[in-house]
Nanobody, 114 residues
Framework: QVQLVESGGGLVHPGGSLRLSCAAS????????MRWYRQAPGKQREFVAG???????AYADSVKGRFTISRDNAKNTVYLQMDSLKPEDTAVYYC????????WGQGTQVTVSS
């Protein structure tokens, strides 16, 4: 079993930045792909960014050039640096570990508003 705990969400003005963190209960990065998803009110959950076990990354077109996924193996933590935030980035952001099993965090709210 793996627990994922997100943090770092909040209210930010358009153009601002936030860094989300996802702490895993144990070291899984060598065998699990780590991904960030988001779900806005009334919309389906969508992929935002991902990092494979080999550290290769992928991003949704809507966030390319603005968001960066990274990880700290020593801290068992994955990050999502979000810059140049837009109101349409407002959503609950979820951390996901995909491998033999599929694990989700509880989500953290990000609100971009003036």
């Amino acid at each position: 079993q793996v627990q994922l705990v997100e943090s770092g969400g909040g209210l930010v003005h358009p153009g601002g930045s936030l860094r989300l963190s996802c702490a895993a209960s144990r070291n899984i990065f060598s065998i699990y792909a780590m991904r960030w998803y988001r779900q806005a009110p009334g919309k389906q959950r969508e992929f935002v960014a991902g990092m494979a076990s080999d550290s290769s990354t992928a991003y949704a077109d809507s966030v390319k050039g603005r968001f960066t996924i990274s990880r700290d193996n020593a801290k068992n933590t994955v990050y999502l640096q979000m810059d140049s935030l837009k109101p349409e980035d407002t959503a609950v952001y979820y951390c996901n570990a995909a491998g033999t099993n599929n694990y989700w965090g509880q989500g953290t709210q990000v609100t971009v508003s003036s």
